[in-house]
């Protein structure tokens, strides 16, 4: 017989406090009905299809099965095989819910919303020193008078606020001054003093916190002191090209 329904009993549940709960379900009247077989899920749908289900037991030809006491809620149905070993579909869903425990399906599981993209502020806007001259170079006579002085501009080639500094590294650099917002300007001078001949370097540093600084490099060459060209000793040429003699 090829049994392609659901089995036709209805499924039941009733308990007491010594033997604990105990399935029940009606007969089959198939000819060839070889017994029963008990299924049971811990969440619905409770199905041979849905993949939930486990056999909890295979039974000859009785109607009734002690479930014993499930601490969880807990889902059965029954279905019924022939002599050949065929099965029947399911039956109806036996509900179990065992003492204390609330009758309320829980809510079902909603995702939760994907987290908003973290917020980034944007960057800092990073100032950067330009100098103008790249370097400077002085010459002067030794014992003579300062060479002329020269102006380094200082300019903030990047965004935001440069607020700068200026250092010397040589004690015959002066600078008019050694700080600054953004644009301005130095007045460089050397001091000739009793420097002796030679060439001298030195460097005007220009910093910011947080930026990379800038080095000036300057020269200052001291000369000797020149010598004018001697007199000459060439009596001038008589005018009108007249020579007077005396005689004696």
Request: proline share 11%.
């Amino acid at each position: 017989m090829n049994w392609v329904g659901a089995i036709t009993a209805v499924c039941a549940l009733w308990s007491t406090a010594a033997w604990g709960a105990t399935l029940t379900w009606d007969v089959d009247s198939a000819p060839d009905l070889a017994g029963y077989r008990i299924y049971h899920c811990s969440q619905l749908p409770c199905t041979l299809a849905s993949g939930q289900a486990s056999s909890l037991a295979t039974l000859g030809k009785v109607t009734s099965f002690n479930i014993g006491t499930p601490t969880v809620t807990q889902y059965y149905f029954v279905t019924a095989y022939d002599l050949s070993n065929n099965e029947s579909g399911g039956s109806n869903v036996a509900t179990y819910i065992p003492a204390g425990a609330s009758t309320t399906p829980p809510p079902p599981i909603t995702p939760s919303p994907p987290s908003p993209p973290p917020v980034t502020s944007p960057p800092v806007p990073s100032a950067t020193i330009g100098a103008t001259p790249a370097s400077l170079s002085f010459a002067a006579t030794q014992g003579g008078a300062n060479p002329a002085s020269q102006t380094l501009s200082i300019s903030n080639s990047g965004s935001g606020t440069l607020n700068w500094t200026a250092s010397d590294s040589a004690p015959w650099l002066r600078l008019s001054r050694t700080s600054g917002t953004n644009n301005g300007v130095i007045i460089v001078s050397v001091i000739t003093g009793t420097t002796v001949v030679g060439t001298y370097n030195g460097t005007i540093t220009l910093s910011a916190t947080g930026i990379a600084s800038v080095t000036v490099p300057v020269a200052f060459t001291v000369d000797t002191t020149s010598v004018p060209p001697p007199a000459s000793q060439t009596p001038p040429p008589t005018p009108n090209g007249l020579h007077i003699s005396a005689v004696q």
